[in-house]
């Protein structure tokens, strides 16, 4: 239940303080709940991890299918050096995962010591 | 020990925060980058996006109300004429920010700032050209003139509104990618992007590799390669046109023949120059030789084509004006378009107003210059250029009574220098204020305002078109162009006195025009506007064919449709070819030619001239011309410095055309005196083995050895569209080359209810993440246009219409 709760507060206050704080206030986001919900190490990094990868992954294809994925083939392309939107996607949610997963076994080793 | 596994994993996640926030690790920031809120995401425009907007500045005066039609074309609608401008900033920059602050940065030689020192070359040379000088200068003008600007300072308020209303997530995905942000607006960022384009269309010339070619060749053989007449030519202004004396009597200094134009001494030099091929067609015919008894104007002007485009399509209506058409993002009005009474549209004028001088320095502190038999002080500009990620550069600019010294020991652009000191005479500085001229066009009633309009313009000059619902035509070659005597500024000339300066500029009303002429039409294709018996020096290098192709349709065509008009604008026909084929049909040799090369032959043969996609006489044409240039002329270019003057295409053609025992087509390297034939057959043969690998990679056809492609101005393919389906090329009226062509098509007729088409090859979106960026390209590759609704008041509930703004006053 921890899990899942904790999941679910690192992907509503992300979204929240993203709409004024630059993007790395996932990792503030993320550490700051795993330091406030006790869990095990691993749960903590999978918490942030899982959060992160579920939002960004759903909020960028949400955005790219309306865009009929139209800039995430030519950034692919760009970025990636490869035409495809679904790999933008999936390194952008990966990107976000690690960054919270991290953040979140930085806060669950802070409540631990 | 608790506080290890802490450090650890707080030192990993900060470390992985910096690596994805900065470049110091990845090639790109790829956190903010790839942040769904704030990156490149936020740029991916949702496909049913509402642009309808209710926003409110204390800078209005009045209510603002802007329709949006279905091609995001901004129908705006003013009660105060100069809230019009203000809004036309707000919108010139929601969609087009990032390419406006670009070429205002690299008007000012300020690339640096955004790219880093890659860019310190372009930078110096704009700087030394004097370009920010230039436009200093130019905004003082403006300024001097109230109704200038009043217009400037509501579009520079209007910019600046839009910018300062950005928040990250909403910059422009360059921006993004490169890594910076935008800067406030100023009206001397629209003074510094009208000189952009005076250096587009006004900075061309040839003097250093024209100097080269008079001192490598003799004189007789120099009249040959660079005539200043074409055989060919139907100038702007017909011929037997009669010129009253000239005002300006100019006459060449008693040195000019020793010193000047005969002096023998070569320079190794080259400079960054526009385009050659900056070029346009614009004609108008008038009531009777139209269907509807109303004149038609067309015009087409050819620049390089980019993403995002130039050109910027809306309706701008006021209490008093209402006009429509192509505008500049980053200067008010409508440039190019018309009104309720007329309309107007441009082609370059291609005179050369960029001359140097060579400077004697009295030591290597250039602090003084010999002139009129003295020591005259120096002025001295310091350019302070910001490089990204490195120390500033200085480059200290010494000014004398020509203008900015551009080359010297220090700057020779990257190329090799001879050392000397060359300062550069250009038009463009002088004082003049071009956006009045367009000011002024938007409200135009008639032939006179016409008139009154553009003599303002100064520099770049543009042959200019007229057509009025009154039923008047007109074409004016205007500019503000320097008198000159023969062959003044086409070399390198002397700078140690006055002798050589311009001596005056050719008065305004003594500029080539046509007012209603008989023949029912005037045109202009950036050919020479006057033929010899005009009194002023007009110089020698301009295109002839594509004049002479529009003013051969237009002499035939009668009861003419905006259609008709259509299938002109975007006419393939090789009038070029059609001169040039039968020579070389006549004197190829086809003896002993193996199956390749007859089959290239019969194709030859057969070609209808027109240089559509699927043909593939264009590509043998093409391939075969270059190939006989090179036979003809390599052996005498052979130890020629390699910074030369080309002769131009039609001496070539005009030489062979008069006479097939044609100097140059004997090598010069062999005893024997080669002949016409030789010459045509071996630049078939060379051209046959061209062709051969051509075919073998797929693309003999026209359209695909051509690949028109329009690039995004950093030139990233994904953002560019490339390889596009369209015919033409540099000889015909749709000029359509590689990276050059029809910027913007359009063709009005000025009947009562005004019926008007147009097409550019871009979209009213600057965002590569809209539909609406690129999405006007396939109609104007497959020569097809849309017709420009002048929407009217009342007109609100029209279904073309999908979004509406609404700006009020605070």
Redesign the interface.
Known sequence: MKFIISIILIALLSVAACLYLPWWSIAIVSFTVASLIPQTPGKSFMAGFVALLLLWGSLSWYISQNNNHLLAHKVSMIILKTDSPYLLITATALIGAIVAGFAALSGCYLRRS | M??L??II??A??TG??VA??TKLLLP?P???????????????????ADFSLDVRFPQLAGKVDVYLDDRLVPHVFTEQENDVYFVQGYLHAKFRLWQMELQTYAAAGRASEIIGDKALTHDREFRRLGMGYAAEISLKEMENDPATKASCDAYTSGVNAYIRSLT?SQLP?EYK?IGYTPEPWSNLKSALFLKYMSYDLAAHDDDIEMTNAKSYFSSADFDLLYPSMQDSLDPIIPQGTVYPAPKVKVKPPVTADSVYLKNKSLLVMQEEKPDRENGSNNWAAAGSKTKSGSPILCNDPHLGLNLPSLWFEMQLSTPTFNSYGATFPGAPSVIIGFNDSCAWGVTNGGRDVRDYYEIKFKDDSRTEYWFDSAWKKTEFRIETIKVKDSANYIDTVAYTVFGPVMYDKSFSGNRVSNNKYYAVRWKAHDPSNELLVFILMNHAKNYSDYVAAITNMHTPGQNFAFASKNGDIAMRTQGDWPAKWKGQGDFIMPGTDSSFMWQGMIPQDENPYQYNPERGFVSSANQKPADSTYPYYLGRNYPPYRGLIINRKLTAINSISPQDMMAMQTNNYDVFAEMARPVFLKNINDTGFDVDEKKYLDMLKSWDLNNEITAIGPTIFSILWQNFEKVVFDDEFKNAPTVIQHPFESSLLDGILRDSSYKFLDNIETTKKETLTEDVTAAFKNAAVQLVKIEIEGRLTWGLYKATGVNHLTK????SRLNLPIGGGSHYINATKEDHGPSWRMIVSLTDKTEAYGVYPGGQSGN????FYDNFIDQWAAGKYYSLWMMKKGEEKDNRIKWKMSFNKT
Do not use: C, D, M, Y
């Open positions: 608790k506080i596994p802490l994993s707080a990993v996640t992985l925060v994805l926030n790109a790829l956190g903010k980058l790839l942040s769904p809120q704030h990156g490149i995401w936020q740029n991916a425009e949702n496909e049913a990250e995905i990618l990233l393919a994904p953002f590569p993440g809209s539909k």
